[in-house]
């Protein structure tokens, strides 16, 4: 696991802007995290389960 300290963004956290010819959205966020960080993050919260749908490597 990769500790990133408090005051640092997530490495995984991005905001992308989709644009088709001269049609422009908005910004969006969109999180990419490993299972393990998941399951540490939602335990914090009283989750303990965590389905992983797809895991790619």
């Keep these: 696991m ?3 300290p408090n005051e ?3 490495y995984g956290e ?3 802007q989709m644009q ?3 049609i422009i ?3 969006f966020d969109w999180l990419y995290i490993d299972a393990d960080t998941l399951k ?3 335990g914090r919260y009283g ?3 965590v389905e992983i749908i ?3 490597r």
């Design 25 to 27: 959205g908005e910004h």
């Design 40 to 42: 540490e993050k939602v």
């Design 8 to 10: 640092m963004d997530y």
């Design 14 to 16: 991005h905001s992308f």
């Design 47 to 49: 989750y303990a389960a």
């Design 20 to 22: 088709y010819k001269d």
């Design 2 to 4: 990769i500790d990133i």
């Design 54 to 56: 797809v895991q790619t």
